[in-house]
């Protein structure tokens, strides 16, 4: 699927002007006169790569409300601000909450078009690291209960016939243990194993 570049400002002039601008160079893109026509978009916004330039005033709920409101649905698009009102205390509050670039009125094309590539770059890689976060998460998912204490212990670095002991197992079902572990998480090394560990167990909630 390909990526889409979302365009919203209530003013029209505007509106077409970046949908041109943007289109000249081969993105995508779906423009809006509000944010309520944007949010019907939900779930292309969170199946596709894209990006969201975003009027700061707009009748109804602001760029910054909706900002809120995406992030709260867990939509991650990057967001670019333009604003022909922009202040200082409006920008750093847009920037604070995850937008990459607050673009003033007028601006030149050329820096929208580079947070443009820069945020649509910024999606891909966010959704590729999610895509194999996932799959991470179904090996482990895959290793049985005891698979899992020998992986713990593996990672911690104790040796099988540490292992073995503090399992009350024979070593040789330990290194059958150890084996189905590399193979279930496509880990060709130990240290491969152990950054799987690590993101693993930052991937889990906190208590």
């Known amino acids: 699927m390909t990526s889409v570049v979302y365009v919203v400002d209530d003013d029209l002039a505007i509106r077409e002007a970046l949908h041109s601008l943007l289109r000249s160079v081969g993105h995508e893109v779906e423009a809006f006169a509000c944010t309520r026509d944007l949010l019907e978009q939900r779930q292309r916004m969170t199946e ?28 991650l698009l990057p967001i670019i601000f333009i604003t022909g009102h922009g202040d200082v205390p409006m920008s750093v509050a847009a920037m604070k909450a995850g937008a990459i670039e607050f673009l003033t009125k007028p601006f030149r094309d050329q820096d929208l078009l580079d947070a443009v590539h820069r945020a649509l770059e910024l999606d891909s890689l966010r959704r590729a690291a999610s895509t194999a976060q996932a799959a991470l998460r179904e090996r482990f998912a895959s290793l049985t209960a005891r698979e899992r204490e020998v992986l713990a212990l593996v990672v911690s670095g104790r040796l099988n016939k540490q292992i073995a002991a503090e399992l009350q197992l024979a070593e040789v079902t330990v290194k059958v243990h150890r084996a189905q572990v590399m193979a279930k998480m496509h880990a060709r090394s130990l240290p491969e194993l152990v950054r799987m560990a690590d993101r693993l167990s930052t991937d889990r909630p906190k208590a």
Do not use: F, H, N
Not at 49 to 74: K, Y
């Open 48 to 75: 596709a790569a894209g990006c969201l330039v975003l009027d700061v005033r707009l009748p109804g709920q602001s760029g910054l409300e909706l900002q809120r409101e995406l992030a709260t649905a867990g939509i």
